[in-house]
T-cell receptor
Framework: GAVVSQHPSRVICKSGTSVKIECRSLDFQATTMFWYRQFPKQSLMLMATSNEGSKATYEQGVEKDKFLINHASLTLSTLTVTSAHPEDSSFYIC???????????FGPGTRLLVL | GNSVTQMEGPVTLSEEAFLTINCTYTATGYPSLFWYVQYPGEGLQLLLKATKADDKGSNKGFEATYRKETTSFHLEKGSVQVSDSAVYFCALRRDSGNTPLVFGKGTRLSVIA
């Protein structure tokens, strides 16, 4: 199947710093990418939907100024957690779909720990 | 709104036991239904899917049937292996591939030898 990568896989940062997470579709053009957040022993919660070349659509309760999403190309979307705080510590997962593909392919996730 | 409810875990089974993980959904219209699996330290992988009522998805010995009358999509496997130990997520999607998935909370399965 198609491959989606995320980088970094794990990051530890100090409170107040910003962290950028990259999501890449390696062998297909992803017209749409989704960003999810997963708390321990919880389900994946959709944060935002990102279409290439347009502004992301955020879910209710997700601060767009805190979680900046950029989808500048058909193979790359980035999520920047600005001024991170300990409560932002979580597992962030992206998925991508595109073209005629009905299936969404998931990245391996990025574990963020804010101290 | 759309939602997915799946049985709470963890589930612990002996090797070769029969597995059932219940999943029910609430949605308007006719969603597509999925089971994803997350192995330790890895991302979610699509296990199987069904796109319309009475469809049966199957893969790696797992199967699930889309039951519209009971709004269910229970996951079954006749004989589990240690390598099946993972977290299993039931999910639905209302429209095309470019719409987000709605996930259940996940069920952790541990299979012991």
């Amino acid at each position: 199947g198609a491959v989606v990568s995320q980088h970094p896989s794990r990051v530890i940062c100090k409170s107040g710093t910003s962290v950028k997470i990259e999501c890449r579709s390696l062998d297909f053009q992803a017209t749409t990418m989704f960003w999810y957040r997963q708390f321990p022993k919880q389900s994946l919660m959709l944060m935002a939907t990102s279409n290439e070349g347009s502004k992301a659509t955020y879910e209710q309760g997700v601060e767009k100024d805190k979680f900046l999403i950029n989808h500048a190309s058909l193979t790359l979307s980035t999520l920047t957690v600005t001024s991170a705080h300990p409560e932002d510590s979580s597992f962030y997962i992206c998925s991508a779909s595109g073209g005629t593909q009905e299936t969404q392919y998931f990245g391996p996730g990025t574990r963020l720990l804010v101290l | 709104g759309n939602s997915v409810t799946q049985m709470e875990g963890p589930v612990t089974l002996s090797e070769e036991a029969f597995l059932t993980i219940n999943c029910t959904y609430t949605a308007t219209g006719y969603p597509s239904l999925f089971w994803y699996v997350q192995y330790p330290g890895e991302g979610l992988q699509l296990l199987l899917k069904a796109t319309k009522a009475d469809d049966k998805g199957s893969n790696k010995g797992f199967e699930a049937t889309y039951r519209k009358e009971t709004t269910s999509f229970h996951l079954e496997k006749g004989s589990v292996q240690v390598s099946d130990s993972a977290v299993y997520f039931c999910a639905l999607r209302r429209d095309s591939g470019n719409t987000p998935l709605v996930f259940g909370k996940g069920t952790r399965l541990s299979v012991i030898a």
